[in-house]
């Protein structure tokens, strides 16, 4: 069978693709990217101030933005540092805080699928909500893999900024206004949401995302925020995939013409 | 200067790199069944609105109490900035928007 024709495999060459169409998806991507700029930006520099406060050094504190890279669970280890609490107790936090990740990986893996090993290795590091979000919604415009976008996402919008303010607030925190102050706090739900918007384009997208928001605010409630978070991100799909496919306005998969079931490194997946 | 903290910074990163890594990195995890690449390509919007979600309505328990039900104005900013990013399909507008709100609104003592 060729190679190009089969689901299984990679294809050998990826479809080119128009040079004005791939600026104009960056151009949208660093501009999309903008206000998570200001809210990684932001939020580091909090990072920084609060990692002073607990007794970080400015050494320590940097350590923590370029090799653990994940905010939420930096800022609960500083916190639990400044506690007295055992390393013990952090590590098991982050794994649990940091596990969905796992959701966001196993979601990209399909696209990147043909990315050296080595680049691999380093995509996963850089791996955050942000980079997924732009990420996701980049290559859904294109059709297909761009990992140059993936860069752009992961290191120019997050990694970069956070890291820098990071490194400001642990050296100057006294002079950091409070970013609540600024209104800067809402930066990062209202981009996540408006990112979740740019992925649905069919009814499955919008019942997956609503019932994502229910299991999340619900399970929420009752256990832990970040319970409610992958909560939401594992059921919501099976809420979507669940729909009948007459409800959801699409022929059924037996029906669909094989380009709607294309690779992402040929044409993108069905959207 | 202390470098003690590095080894916890090592830990963290240790326990956190394998969700991060795994589906990427293991062989034959790009080749599943389109019902399961389905699933992945809904993981996105659940997500994301997910998180959305919990970080306007839900506040984080503290020592003495758990997670609290939070209803402010920022429901009401990120309604208004995601109906403008799925009018105009402009996120950053949206996000102005939403900050506008929100700085507004505690600027004039309306929210807290």
């Known amino acids: 069978m060729r190679r190009d024709l089969r689901q299984d495999l990679p294809a050998l060459t990826a479809t080119r693709i128009d040079p004005a169409v791939l600026r104009a998806a960056r151009r949208q991507l660093v501009i999309d990217g903008t206000g998570l700029v200001a809210s990684a930006f932001g939020f580091g520099l909090v990072f920084g101030l609060t990692a002073r406060s607990a007794g970080f050094s400015p050494i320590e504190a940097i350590a923590f933005s370029v090799i653990v890279f994940a905010g939420a669970s930096q800022f609960a280890a500083a916190g639990l540092v400044a506690g007295g609490f055992g390393w013990p107790a952090i590590v098991v936090l982050t794994a649990l805080v940091n596990g969905r990740h796992l959701l966001y990986s196993a979601a990209l893996a399909p696209w990147l699928r043909g990315e050296s090993f080595v680049k691999r290795l380093v995509m996963a590091h850089l791996l955050t909500d942000e980079a997924f979000a732009l990420a996701s919604v980049h290559f859904r415009r294109l059709g297909r893999v761009d990992p140059a976008g993936y860069w752009i996402a992961a290191i120019g919008s997050t990694f970069i900024p956070w890291n820098l303010a990071t490194i400001i607030g642990v050296l100057g925190g006294q002079f950091i206004p409070d970013p609540r102050v600024l209104g800067l706090d809402i930066v990062y739900p209202a981009a996540m949401a408006g990112l979740a918007v740019g992925l649905m384009n069919g009814r499955r997208e919008v019942v997956a995302a609503t019932v994502g928001v229910i299991c999340s605010v619900a399970i929420g409630l009752l256990l832990d925020p970040r319970v409610g978070v992958i909560a939401g991100g594992l059921i919501g799909p099976l809420a979507g995939l669940a729909m009948p496919a007459r409800m959801a306005g699409e022929p059924r998969l037996a029906e669909q013409p094989l380009a709607e079931l294309a690779d992402p490194l040929d044409g993108g997946l069905p959207s | ?112």
């Open chain 2, 1 to 112: 200067m202390s470098t003690g903290l590095v080894g916890l910074a090592l830990l963290m990163a240790l326990v956190t790199y394998p969700s991060r890594a795994i589906p990427l990195l293991t062989p034959g995890f790009d080749r599943l069944p389109p019902r399961a690449l389905e699933y992945l390509r809904l993981v996105g919007p659940a997500v994301l609105a997910s998180l959305a979600a919990a970080q306007i309505f839900v506040t984080p328990g503290t020592a003495g109490s758990g997670p609290a039900l939070h209803v402010g104005v920022e429901w009401l900013a990120v309604g208004a900035s995601v109906t403008l990013v799925a009018w105009r399909r402009n996120l950053l507008a949206g996000i102005v928007l939403a900050v506008v709100i929100v700085a507004g609104a505690r600027a004039l003592g309306l929210a807290a």
